[in-house]
């Protein structure tokens, strides 16, 4: 299966890339696009005021949508051009550049567990492969324990098949509670061309 670059080579290889990125999706909130699919699921899985990681957040679509509407946000994501475009559209959460290979968020002083962890815009296929396994075990230790509940979703054709993911996910001590192929509850078959897995920790 050949590679699906990562986001680091991506931005190595054209160092414009971030900045198209986040102008891209500054064009579409003008433009009125309904970007708030991912964010409104998650707020349907809480009630108000719960914790919320939003794991490789970009410019802080999800996050910023999640603030807005009563959770305390905490949005991590590796690369700083996306997160200064986060706090300047999306002010209220907490952004951090970060490696979600290595976070450590109680090293930080932030050490209170969180809700929910979501891990939206095809972020597990821009890792590294060698490190998606340790991602996951990051997700589980900074959730809640027993009530805790992470949402990943990526698309197929990306050198991570689905079952694979699945795989990685139970390695690293989580299990579905829900498998979806869209972030609009639509059903996961084995013919889906996305996943959206909701995650427990096991």
């Known amino acids: 299966m050949t590679e699906h670059p990562t986001w680091l080579q991506l931005t190595q ?3 414009g890339h971030s900045h198209a990125y986040v102008a891209r999706f500054r064009r ?3 433009e009125g696009s309904d970007l708030a699919g991912e964010a409104r699921l998650v707020d349907a899985m809480l009630p108000r005021e719960s914790r919320v990681l ?5 410019p802080g679509r999800v996050g910023g949508w999640l603030h807005g509407v009563g959770h305390e946000v905490v949005g991590v994501d590796l690369d700083p051009v996306l997160i200064a475009a986060a706090e300047e ?3 209220g959460p907490h952004w951090l550049v970060a490696d979600l290979a290595t976070l450590d968020l109680p090293s930080l002083g932030i050490s209170e567990p969180f809700d929910a962890i979501v891990c939206a815009g095809n972020v597990m296929a ?3 492969s060698s490190s998606r396994r340790e991602v996951l075990r990051r997700f589980r230790a900074h959730l809640r ?17 689905f079952d694979e993911f699945l795989a990685d996910a139970r390695t690293a001590g989580l299990e579905p509670d829900l498998l979806l192929s869209s972030w609009h509850l639509h059903p996961f078959t084995a013919t889906s061309d996305f996943l959206v897995a909701v995650l427990r920790p096991a």
């Open 54 to 58: 939003d794991a490789g957040c970009g």
């Open 13 to 15: 290889d054209d160092p």
């Open 145 to 161: 324990p027993g009530t805790g509940r992470a949402a990943v979703g990526f698309g197929a054709g990306r050198a991570y098949s």
């Open 89 to 91: 559209d999306h002010p």
């Open 126 to 128: 821009f890792l590294e």
């Open 28 to 30: 579409m909130a003008a």
